[in-house]
Protein backbone atom coordinates (compact mmCIF):
# COMPACT_ATOMS: atom_id res chain seq x y z
CA UNK A 1 0.00 0.00 0.00
CA UNK A 2 3.09 2.30 1.10
CA UNK A 3 4.84 2.03 -2.29
CA UNK A 4 1.55 2.63 -4.85
CA UNK A 5 1.25 -1.07 -6.09
CA UNK A 6 -2.81 -2.02 -6.77
CA UNK A 7 -3.45 -5.48 -7.09
CA UNK A 8 -5.83 -5.59 -10.41
CA UNK A 9 -9.50 -5.77 -9.31
CA UNK A 10 -11.07 -7.98 -11.60
CA UNK A 11 -12.97 -11.43 -11.16
CA UNK A 12 -10.40 -13.66 -10.64
CA UNK A 13 -8.30 -12.11 -8.34
CA UNK A 14 -11.62 -10.64 -6.19
CA UNK A 15 -12.33 -15.02 -6.26
CA UNK A 16 -8.86 -15.95 -5.08
CA UNK A 17 -8.37 -13.29 -2.95
CA UNK A 18 -11.98 -14.01 -1.29
CA UNK A 19 -11.19 -17.70 -0.78
CA UNK A 20 -7.60 -16.53 1.08
CA UNK A 21 -9.55 -14.35 3.05
CA UNK A 22 -12.43 -17.10 3.82
CA UNK A 23 -9.12 -19.25 5.16
CA UNK A 24 -7.28 -16.78 6.67
CA UNK A 25 -10.17 -15.60 8.81
CA UNK A 26 -11.40 -19.26 9.85
CA UNK A 27 -7.23 -19.98 10.68
CA UNK A 28 -6.52 -16.87 12.40
CA UNK A 29 -10.22 -14.55 12.65
CA UNK A 30 -8.02 -12.24 10.56
CA UNK A 31 -9.33 -12.25 6.88
CA UNK A 32 -9.11 -8.45 5.92
CA UNK A 33 -6.31 -7.70 5.28
CA UNK A 34 -5.92 -9.86 1.61
CA UNK A 35 -9.33 -7.81 1.22
CA UNK A 36 -7.90 -4.50 1.90
CA UNK A 37 -5.11 -4.96 -0.65
CA UNK A 38 -7.80 -6.06 -3.41
CA UNK A 39 -10.01 -2.87 -2.53
CA UNK A 40 -7.18 -0.12 -1.56
CA UNK A 41 -8.17 1.35 -5.24
CA UNK A 42 -12.14 1.31 -5.26
CA UNK A 43 -14.27 3.95 -4.13
CA UNK A 44 -14.33 4.18 -0.23
CA UNK A 45 -18.43 3.57 -0.49
CA UNK A 46 -18.67 0.57 -2.29
CA UNK A 47 -15.57 -1.08 -0.74
CA UNK A 48 -17.62 -0.35 3.16
CA UNK A 49 -20.42 -1.74 1.75
CA UNK A 50 -18.55 -4.53 -0.13
CA UNK A 51 -16.85 -6.15 2.49
CA UNK A 52 -19.86 -5.48 5.07
CA UNK A 53 -21.69 -8.16 3.56
CA UNK A 54 -18.79 -10.09 2.84
CA UNK A 55 -17.96 -10.21 6.42
CA UNK A 56 -21.54 -10.29 7.45
CA UNK A 57 -22.01 -13.39 5.08
CA UNK A 58 -18.43 -15.16 6.59
CA UNK A 59 -19.66 -14.40 10.14
CA UNK A 60 -23.01 -16.32 9.54
CA UNK A 61 -21.12 -18.95 7.65
CA UNK A 62 -18.51 -19.97 10.29
CA UNK A 63 -21.27 -19.07 13.06
CA UNK A 64 -22.86 -21.79 11.82
CA UNK A 65 -20.19 -24.43 11.20
CA UNK A 66 -19.20 -23.67 14.26
CA UNK A 67 -22.77 -24.26 15.95
CA UNK A 68 -23.48 -27.21 13.83
CA UNK A 69 -20.29 -29.19 14.68
CA UNK A 70 -20.40 -28.23 18.45
CA UNK A 71 -17.91 -26.28 19.04
CA UNK A 72 -20.23 -23.27 19.53
CA UNK A 73 -22.71 -23.37 22.22
CA UNK A 74 -24.87 -21.40 25.08
CA UNK A 75 -22.28 -19.53 26.62
CA UNK A 76 -20.88 -18.37 23.17
CA UNK A 77 -24.22 -17.53 21.70
CA UNK A 78 -24.64 -15.18 24.74
CA UNK A 79 -21.35 -13.47 24.77
CA UNK A 80 -22.03 -13.06 20.84
CA UNK A 81 -25.31 -11.23 21.90
CA UNK A 82 -23.38 -9.15 24.61
CA UNK A 83 -21.38 -7.62 21.54
CA UNK A 84 -24.66 -6.31 19.43
CA UNK A 85 -24.94 -3.22 21.93
CA UNK A 86 -20.91 -2.10 20.80
CA UNK A 87 -21.54 -2.82 17.73
CA UNK A 88 -24.54 -1.11 16.82
CA UNK A 89 -22.52 2.12 18.96
CA UNK A 90 -20.10 1.49 16.28
CA UNK A 91 -22.16 1.47 13.60
CA UNK A 92 -23.59 4.56 14.46
CA UNK A 93 -20.18 6.82 15.32
CA UNK A 94 -19.08 5.41 11.69
CA UNK A 95 -21.89 7.00 9.96
CA UNK A 96 -21.36 10.00 12.12
CA UNK A 97 -17.55 10.55 11.29
CA UNK A 98 -16.95 9.20 7.99
CA UNK A 99 -16.87 12.16 6.11
CA UNK A 100 -14.45 13.27 8.36
CA UNK A 101 -11.83 10.91 7.30
CA UNK A 102 -10.17 11.50 4.02
CA UNK A 103 -6.82 10.07 1.71
CA UNK A 104 -4.61 12.49 4.71
CA UNK A 105 -5.35 9.91 7.46
CA UNK A 106 -3.66 7.38 4.74
CA UNK A 107 -0.39 7.31 5.61
CA UNK A 108 -0.59 7.44 10.00
CA UNK A 109 -3.05 4.36 9.18
CA UNK A 110 -0.22 2.50 7.03
CA UNK A 111 2.07 3.63 10.08
CA UNK A 112 0.08 1.92 12.80
CA UNK A 113 -1.03 -1.32 11.11
CA UNK A 114 3.11 -1.75 9.90
CA UNK A 115 4.22 -1.18 13.65
CA UNK A 116 0.90 -3.60 14.62
CA UNK A 117 2.47 -6.41 11.72
CA UNK A 118 5.75 -6.16 12.96
CA UNK A 119 4.86 -6.35 16.48
CA UNK A 120 2.63 -9.54 15.61
CA UNK A 121 5.52 -11.25 13.77
CA UNK A 122 7.59 -10.43 16.48
CA UNK A 123 5.53 -11.81 19.29
CA UNK A 124 5.11 -14.78 16.93
CA UNK A 125 8.69 -15.57 16.27
CA UNK A 126 9.74 -15.04 20.35
Known sequence: SASGWRMRFDMPNLVGISVVSGFMG????VGAPPL???YAGQPAQTSRATLSA???FGAIMSLSAQF???????AEL???LMMLV?????IAAAARIKSRFDRRYRIALLAV???ASVLLIYRGLS
Open 113 to 115: AGM
Open 26 to 29: TITS
Open 78 to 80: IHG
Open 68 to 74: GTGLAGR
Open 36 to 38: AVL
Open 86 to 90: PMLAG
Open 54 to 56: FFA
